[in-house]
C-alpha cells in the first residue's frame, strides 16, 4: 500500500517469501524468528531510468 500510494504502479511490484528456505537466523530462539521476519527490497530495473 505504501508504494502504490507514492506512485508505484501495481503491475511492477512482486512479492516472495523465503523465510523457510533461506533462513538468516536459527528459528529455535524468539530472537532468531524475530530476524528471520524481514522484507528485502530489490530493485531489478536499474537498466531503465
Do not use: F, H, M, W
Not at 501495481?10 to 522484507?39: F, H, I, W, Y
Request: some cysteine; glycine content about 10%; aromatic content about 2%.
Amino acid at each position: 500500500d505504501y508504494l502504490q500510494a507514492k506512485g508505484i504502479a501495481t503491475g511492477r511490484l512482486t512479492a516472495s517469501g523465503a523465510g523457510e528456505s533461506q533462513p538468516v537466523a536459527d528459528n529455535k530462539t524468539k530472537e532468531g524468528r524475530a530476524l528471520n521476519r524481514r522484507v528485502v527490497l530489490k530493485r531489478t530495473d536499474c537498466d531503465r531510468p
